[in-house]
């Protein structure tokens, strides 16, 4: 089975841009789609955004489409999720998650991934 591993979070100023990696291992990542979620304390798990295993289709929140962008590199076996003009309500622990069982769907809830990593924390400050 694939093993997670999120990576590229940070502490940034409102308006600045970061780019979250999703590195697989285990297991060949375009058997896979691919979810971005996130958390903040007290709150539930957030969707964020979704691709599927070829790359083609994508699908996005409604808090952050139009400002973060979904991909992925296959033979890197590593998905990313670039986020620009991030805000403090952007501020959560973000996850990386994987579906094996409809590769080519987009889920939107986290009961539909069956793979997690641990989470990078992401945190703006305005």
């Known amino acids: 089975q694939v093993q997670l591993l999120e990576s590229g979070g940070g502490f940034v100023q409102a308006g600045d841009s970061l780019r979250l990696s999703c590195a697989a291992s285990?297991?060949?990542?375009?058997?896979?789609?691919i979810g971005w979620f996130r958390q903040a304390p007290g709150k539930e798990r957030e969707f964020v955004a979704a691709?599927?295993?070829?790359?083609?289709?994508?699908r996005y929140g409604v808090s952050v489409k139009g400002r973060f962008a979904i991909s992925r590199d296959n033979p890197e076996n590593t998905a990313y999720l670039q986020m620009n003009a991030l805000t403090p309500e952007d501020t959560a622990r973000y996850y990386c998650?994987?579906?094996?069982?409809?590769?080519?769907?987009?889920?939107?809830?986290?009961?539909?991934?069956?793979?997690w990593g641990q989470g990078t924390q992401v945190t703006v400050s305005s």
């Open positions: 998650a994987g579906d094996n069982y409809r590769p080519s769907s987009l889920g939107l809830t986290p009961n539909e991934y069956d793979y």
């Open positions: 691709i599927g295993w070829n790359g083609v289709n994508v």
């Open positions: 285990g297991d060949t990542l375009s058997n896979y789609a």
